[in-house]
């Protein structure tokens, strides 16, 4: 058993504790019941984009066993739960008509949380475009697509805001553009161009704040944020040439979507060097005031650090140096002190705002051995990080709730099914069958401590 060198009584009472699953990656049931095609749909159809050659189609098959996956939630103990409605599944052509049985999916979703004592904490938006939106109109690439954002925002405010208090906006605006147009490593993924990229991040923190202007004059007491992926970063060594790229990294992958959401500012020294390569988004008179759109949280995804090394041959001048700390078998550093450093960050320069962890969690080797799962590399990573939200808690941080990614093993995008990060072990070999694994039983007792 992992020491756990605190308990759930040291946190304040009201704080939520959670696990997170995104719609693309455990619902399966892609185009079933009037569900229509996302640029996700198109994209793993494409050959070698998924490592194992794998899909969504099927992933946990949640979208019909979602009872007994509820059922897991309330064994587990926790008293929130992150998931994201899946656009397409309830406006198929985007916006204008909605697919009823893809609302009564999450109506019913919902109340069951509910009646079980659960929060729903729903992200608008995990990565599953309408693909007619792509087709339409470019998708995050044109200026539309922040009214269409907003009405969509609006929508699913009117369908589920009686009873969803808590609204996550966008997830992970850096890996919806950057992994998609300078990587080509997500969906769309058919273009590659750094300006555009620039382009899309802009358009994403733009249609972020419509959503939240729009749902705050529908419900002023709605609380509503951004998840953001938060890496900690730090030079390989006191090279000053490493240094400045440690702060290059810094802006490229944090700054850039805290800073403006803050400040109405995007990060100096990054749009400097932009705009002197022409990369610089094209922003209109009024566009920053409007990101400052004074939203109430700020969710965190917070995995590891990264160390910056100086680097001519790379666009933005630096790479990722080998990890040093002790890692995931993905040689993901487990450093929860990173986390404790990053909270403590956005907490003094970005606003003072609550802060919810909305994704922290790890790969492991998950062996299925005589029906069990011993994952300790996985339980000890989440009891460090839960140490860690202590000790920020205790430095003064607004921190209101941690969510583990994730609650079982999923589709893990271009990964496939070639990695693990659940609670849950999901039997592909025999009908997907849900098996607790030693870090459920861990995070289950620190839950009833
Ligand atoms: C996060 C994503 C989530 C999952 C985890 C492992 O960055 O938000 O969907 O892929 O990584």
């Not at 269409?148 to 609204?167: C, M, P, S, T």
């Not at 850039?256 to 610089?280: C, D, I, M, S, V």
């Not at 990722?320 to 403590?344: H, W």
Request: net charge negative.
């Amino acid at each position: 058993m992992i020491d756990l060198k605190t308990s759930k009584k040291d946190f304040p009472k009201d704080f939520y504790w959670g696990v997170a699953t995104s719609s693309y990656q455990v619902e399966g049931a892609d185009l079933e019941d009037g569900k229509g095609p996302s640029i996700w749909t198109t994209f793993v159809k494409r050959n070698g984009t998924i490592e194992d050659g794998t899909d969504g189609m099927i992933a946990c098959d949640h979208y019909h066993r979602w009872q007994e996956d509820i059922e897991l939630l309330a064994d587990l103990g926790v008293n929130a739960y992150r998931f994201s409605i899946s656009w397409p599944r309830v406006f198929p052509k985007g916006t204008d008509e909605k697919n009823q049985k893809g609302i009564d999916f999450y109506n019913k979703l919902i109340d069951k949380l509910l009646k079980k004592g659960i929060t729903p904490f729903v992200t608008m938006y995990h990565y599953e475009l309408p693909q007619i939106l792509q087709d339409k109109y470019n998708g995050w690439e044109s200026r539309d697509i922040i009214q269409i954002f907003g009405d969509y925002a609006e929508q699913l405010f009117n369908e589920f805001g009686d009873r969803v208090k808590h609204w996550i906006t966008l997830n992970q605006p850096l890996r919806i553009s950057h992994r998609s147009y300078i990587d080509n490593n997500a969906a769309p993924g058919t273009k590659k161009s750094v300006q555009l990229s620039f382009q899309v991040a802009h358009h994403l923190l733009l249609a972020h704040a419509e959503a939240v202007k729009r749902i705050k004059k529908l419900d002023a007491e709605a609380k509503i944020g951004i998840s953001n992926s938060t890496i900690f970063v730090e030079p390989v060594n006191e090279d000053p040439k490493n240094i400045a790229a440690a702060r290059m990294m810094d802006q490229f992958y944090n700054e850039w979507f805290y800073k403006p959401l803050a400040t109405g500012e995007y990060p100096e020294e990054l749009h400097h060097f932009l705009q002197e390569r022409n990369w610089a988004p094209v922003i209109l008179p009024g566009d920053m005031q409007k990101i400052l759109c004074g939203h109430d949280f700020w969710g965190v995804n917070y995995y590891s650090r990264s160390l910056a090394v100086f680097d001519t041959t790379k666009p933005f001048m630096f790479s990722e140096a080998e990890p040093v700390l002790e890692c995931t078998p993905q040689k993901m550093e487990i450093y929860p002190e990173g986390l404790v450093r990053s909270l403590k960050k956005i907490h003094e320069n970005y606003g003072m705002k609550d802060i919810y962890i909305t994704e922290n969690g790890s790969d492991d080797f998950d062996i299925l051995n005589n029906g069990e799962v011993k994952d300790d590399v996985r339980a000890g990573y989440i009891a460090r990080h839960i140490e860690g939200c202590l000790k920020a808690l205790q430095e003064g941080v607004n921190l209101k709730g941690y969510f583990v990614w994730s609650l079982m093993d999923n589709f893990e995008w271009v990964k496939g099914y070639t990695i693990r990060y659940g609670l849950v072990y999901i039997d592909r070999n025999n009908n997907l069958k849900r098996i607790p694994k030693k870090s459920f039983y861990d995070y289950q007792r620190f839950l009833n401590s």
